[in-house]
């Protein structure tokens, strides 16, 4: 009961091709911009914090930051996301140290009459 011809398929085989790093990388950047979105909007509201003064934006900036910090991957730049991470921080603490108050929502003067 021996076989001598190959029980391979040779119309099926396959060769291996690795994959190129760079292709790969670049289309893993691509995928998933929310981080990049996050870091914008969080430097949007943490210069409206800043030069307006305004509370409600230097705490969205904050939490901006944080999606951004929490979405990032390892091969993106940390430099940047630090800066912006501090930017938001310095807003939120410049905001309370001019005006130690705390917010008030804009509805509660609606109420007020």
Request: with cysteine; proline share 8%.
């Amino acid at each position: 009961m021996q076989q001598n011809s190959d029980p391979r398929r040779s119309n099926r085989i396959v060769r291996y091709k690795p994959l190129d790093p760079t292709a790969n990388q670049q289309q893993a950047v691509s995928e998933d911009p929310l981080p990049e979105y996050m870091n914008v909007l969080g430097m949007i509201f943490s210069m409206c914090g800043l030069m307006i003064r305004m509370k409600w934006c230097s705490w969205l900036a904050l939490v901006c930051s944080c999606i951004s910090f929490a979405n990032t991957r390892t091969s993106d730049d940390a430099k940047q996301i630090v800066s912006s991470f501090m930017l938001s921080v310095s807003a939120v603490v410049m905001s309370y140290l001019q005006n130690p108050s705390p917010i008030i929502p804009p509805w509660v003067t609606l109420f007020q009459s």
